[in-house]
Nanobody, 124 residues
Framework: QVQLVESGGGLVQAGGSLRLSCVVS????????MGWFRQAPGKEREFVAT????????YYRDSVKGRFTISRDNAKNTALLQMNSLKPEDTAVYYC?????????????????WGQGTQVTVSS
């Protein structure tokens, strides 16, 4: 069974940075596309960023372009989300997800594996 464990969330002031990590339990990580999603209270889960299995193709939601960077380290079975210039509207629980197709998608229903989430809170 594939397990995903996120870490790196916390409380930060607006303009600050955080780096989220997602460690995947199996060597299948190298064939997975990875995605990051977030969910704020009372809102639906929304796409943040995705990276394909090769690490060469990435895609971001418009509101985080230029501020967030998704990457992967296949040697450590880890996906990363570097978040800079954080805004209060970035406050949410952030989830990482794995896609067996290796492509990476915007729709959360197309992902096969999910982590438990990590809270990110940005104060104004």
């Amino acid at each position: 069974q594939v397990q995903l464990v996120e870490s790196g969330g916390g409380l930060v002031q607006a303009g600050g940075s955080l780096r989220l990590s997602c460690v995947v339990s199996r060597r299948t990580f190298s064939s997975l596309a990875m995605g990051w999603f977030r969910q704020a209270p009372g809102k639906e889960r929304e796409f943040v960023a995705t990276i394909d299995w090769t690490g060469t193709s990435t895609y971001y939601r418009d509101s985080v372009k230029g501020r967030f960077t998704i990457s992967r380290d296949n040697a450590k079975n880890t996906a990363l989300l570097q978040m800079n210039s954080l805004k209060p509207e970035d406050t949410a629980v952030y989830y990482c997800a794995g896609d067996r197709s290796g492509i990476g998608y915007v729709r959360p229903t197309l992902y096969d594996y999910w982590g438990q989430g990590t809270q990110v809170t940005v104060s104004s």
